[in-house]
């Protein structure tokens, strides 16, 4: 029985897992553990896991989530550079009290996307992805909601999150009032998934090659 091709290099691997050796404790120490619920830093640590098992579904999951975000992340910072700011999500890039090192890590969401379609492009996508990352952004925004700071919180370190992925609104400073927050939560994932999760799977769904799952059964006779 021959053995599965290799399809992602070694190298490859090596880089991001390096990578994500330095990210890991210095944004312990610079934002805490509740930084790594956002959905970014949680598809990182998914898409590296995901390079190691060459799991189509692992890196089609972090596609479906966090491909339109991320675009949004970099069209935030390209506009700060420009002198201007459409949606505040990348302030925190330009805050000259946070150490530029640790900022410097943070440009992983300009590359993330790109390593996500190259990966894709080797290992297919895998349309289990879909539903699998709506469950866990599901788990994330709950677990947001119930167990970290709400926008407007007053923190002794300023450095740790609050209002993680948007559970409270679009304002850090202030909780959105126009409905209740329960309903807003449930609401906020529903526009995740009718306006980003949804549209990508069926966008990927139709660039890449459809993957197989590695356990689908094969019955020894076939009947026409």
């Not at 879909?130 to 970290?148: E, H, I, Q």
Request: net charge positive; hydrophobic share 55%.
């Amino acid at each position: 029985m021959n053995a599965s091709p290799i399809k992602i290099p070694l190298t490859a691997k090596l880089i991001v897992t390096a990578f994500l050796a330095v990210l890991v404790p210095v944004y312990l120490h610079s934002y805490g553990p509740t930084n790594f619920l956002w959905f970014c830093d949680a598809a990182l640590i998914l898409t590296v896991t995901g390079m190691w098992m060459e799991s189509a579904l692992l890196i089609s999951m972090c596609a479906v989530g966090i491909l339109i975000p991320q675009f949004l992340w970099l069209l935030d910072f390209g506009s700060h550079l420009f002198g201007f700011r459409l949606f505040g999500l990348t302030n925190y890039m330009f805050d000259s009290d946070l150490p530029l090192f640790t900022r410097g890590l943070s440009l992983f969401h300009g590359w993330l996307p790109l390593l996500l379609l190259w990966l894709l492009h080797r290992l297919g996508y895998d349309k289990r992805a879909f539903p699998a990352w709506t469950a866990l952004a599901t788990v994330l925004v709950l677990s947001c909601y119930w167990f970290t700071p709400p926008a407007g919180a007053h923190l002794a370190d300023p450095n740790i999150p609050i209002n993680l992925n948007c559970v409270y609104g679009f304002d850090n400073q202030h909780p959105q009032t126009w409905l209740n927050q329960n309903l807003y939560v449930l609401g906020w994932l529903g526009v995740l998934w009718l306006v980003a999760y949804f549209p990508t799977h069926l966008l990927l769904r139709k660039i890449f090659p459809a993957t197989k799952p590695s356990f689908a059964y094969k019955p020894a006779v076939q009947f026409v």
